[in-house]
């Protein structure tokens, strides 16, 4: 299923992305909050990456969706929904990862909108969540313009000082750090965005 925006096309992840995958996680900065910095192997993309992206497809049309824009082939990064490993919940998680030169572009939230679109009209996903470093600021407003909201359980001082960032508590390396966890529900969505809204996305078959 290819989705399109106003200024986005959003195709499934296929083999022949991978050298755009593997430049993508090469870039320090853009590994900065998922690894620490270090690139992603290509072959742990070739061989684990796409090829569970594809199966998560076919199986519960979730999976990844590569950016590019709407009127041309570059690309841009990349947009995806995955069920979680240990949940029998009707859930999905999203994350998105864009080449540096995109950033500030607003095309993680007009990317992932679609695609929460989609997913909150076509299947019966009743939840849809994201996990970031707390101190990955960029990523938290793409959250936040959203409409997601911190989960369910997070304490008023958790929200920006998890335990391990409080003030006076142990210092932890970026990557160490446990994440902040958003999310947005079906029927928050339906209330806030999901009825008479305009610009909906276009979704073509593959």
Not at 121 to 137: E, G
């Amino acid at each position: 299923m290819i989705i399109e925006t106003a200024g986005l096309r959003l195709q499934p992840v296929s083999h022949d992305d991978l050298p755009d995958l593997v430049a993508l996680d090469a870039d320090p900065a853009v590994m900065r909050f998922v690894s620490g910095g270090p690139a992603t192997a290509a072959d742990q993309i070739a061989d684990w990456v796409i090829p569970r992206m594809q199966a998560a497809l076919r199986e519960h049309g979730a999976g990844m969706w590569v950016l590019r824009p709407r009127s041309g082939d570059g690309f841009l990064g990349w947009v995806q929904l995955r069920r979680p490993r240990h949940s029998r919940a009707r859930e999905l998680e999203l994350s998105y990862r864009l080449r540096r030169e995109q950033w500030g572009r607003g095309l993680a939230v007009q990317a992932s909108a679609a695609l929460i679109a989609v997913m909150f009209t076509d299947s019966d996903t009743d939840r849809i969540f994201a996990s970031t470093h707390p101190a990955n600021a960029a990523s938290r407003r793409v959250m936040e313009k959203l409409g997601m909201r911190l989960a369910s359980g997070v304490g008023a001082d958790d929200r920006h000082f998890p335990a391990q960032h409080r003030p006076g508590g142990p210092a932890l390396p970026e990557a160490a750090a446990p994440d902040v966890e958003y999310e947005l529900l079906r029927e928050h969505w339906l209330l806030t965005r999901g009825r008479g809204s305009s610009g909906a996305p276009e979704s073509l078959p593959a």
